[in-house]
């Protein structure tokens, strides 16, 4: 089995492809190749079966060069994240829409019927009342460029595997965390950073309100996730390819309670949480949902992620606190 990873450079890049190298298999089929296509490499991966390209999405001959002839599964994990789309309009469309459709056209011209995993997110809803419960039957109308990229490409997946020229799915992703490293251009970077800062013993400047919900869940659930809807037979699936994935609602508050009992646990001197409210990013993070209905994905597998303080503990245990 062959599997392109775009965005196999980044942080849920990196863990998919540990993960297939773990299992050995998808869907009961050897992995004997994968491909990561990103821009940039932080981590090389040394085994045999993995190949690192670099490379844009934008552009058309890189991913097709990438891709090939032959391809079972692509994972579409890479985008620019959300505070970078406001900032860069061309750009957003140009990576995350251009760069969406040169895989999909990638996918169509493959031999075969290629599975294409989009990772799509619940930036796409917005314009309603978020304090709501969303789910893959709520109105998309997104409010930020990231949101709409990512709703259309969801369209896109639908009218490709209608048209019958791959087999997609869009897995609908809540903000993930803790993300390793410092913080990025995502309008969502603080969800992971009043995690990890304070576990790291540094402050962490918090933009939003403490009592803003926010739907969340652990990295290592998304990871299970993509592979749980790449292996899902067709037969399970309906028109409607998007599924969002069931998520923890989350306040600064109660993160900080939470990191507050790890720590006492593990011994861990904590760093503050500091309010450093940013009106641009509470603008942004008012227009998305608050907490998501996952129902529909766990009906076919996709795990609940675990309780938080066991999110938490995964952190530390991957990757540590300082």
Not at 184 to 193: L, V
Not at 254 to 260: F, G
Not at 264 to 271: C, D, M, S, V, Y
Not at 302 to 315: A, R, S
Request: charged share 25%.
């Amino acid at each position: 089995m062959k599997i392109i990873i775009t965005g196999g450079g980044g942080f849920l890049g990196h863990q998919l492809c540990q993960k297939l190298l773990e299992l050995g298999s998808l869907d009961s089929q050897n992995i004997t190749e994968i491909v990561l296509l990103d821009a940039f490499f932080h981590k090389p991966i040394t085994d045999s079966r993995v190949r690192q390209v670099q490379g844009d999405i934008s552009d058309r001959d890189t991913v097709f060069s990438a891709v090939g002839s032959r391809v079972d599964v692509i994972f579409h994990l890479a985008s620019m994240v959300s505070g970078e789309c406001e900032e860069r309009f061309d750009d957003a469309l140009r990576v995350n829409l251009d760069g969406g459709r040169n895989v999909f056209e990638a996918a169509r011209a493959a031999e075969g019927r290629p599975r294409v995993v989009f990772a799509s997110s619940v930036a796409c809803y917005g314009g309603l009342d978020m304090s709501g419960m969303m789910s893959d039957l709520t109105k998309q109308l997104p409010q930020t460029t990231y949101g709409m990229t990512k709703a259309m490409c969801e369209m896109i997946v639908n009218d490709h595997t209608r048209k019958g020229h791959f087999d997609g799915r869009s897995v609908r992703l809540p903000t993930v965390i803790v993300r390793p490293g410092k913080p990025n251009a995502a309008a969502s970077s603080w969800a992971s950073g009043m995690f990890r800062e304070p576990l790291n013993g540094e402050p962490c400047m918090l933009p939003i309100r403490r009592d803003q919900p926010h739907p969340m869940t652990g990295y290592r659930t998304v990871i299970e996730s993509f592979i749980a809807l790449a292996e899902v037979s067709e037969d399970k699936l309906g028109k409607d390819r998007a599924y969002v994935l069931p998520a923890h609602r989350v306040t600064p508050q109660i993160a900080e309670k939470v990191i507050t009992d790890v720590a006492a646990k593990r011994g861990i001197t904590l760093g503050p949480i500091v309010d450093a409210f940013d009106a641009r990013i509470q603008g942004i993070v008012d227009n998305w949902p608050q907490q998501v209905d996952g129902s529909r994905a766990m009906a076919l597998g996709v795990p609940q992620p675990p309780p938080l303080e066991e999110i938490v503990g995964h952190y530390l245990d991957d990757f540590g606190s300082r």
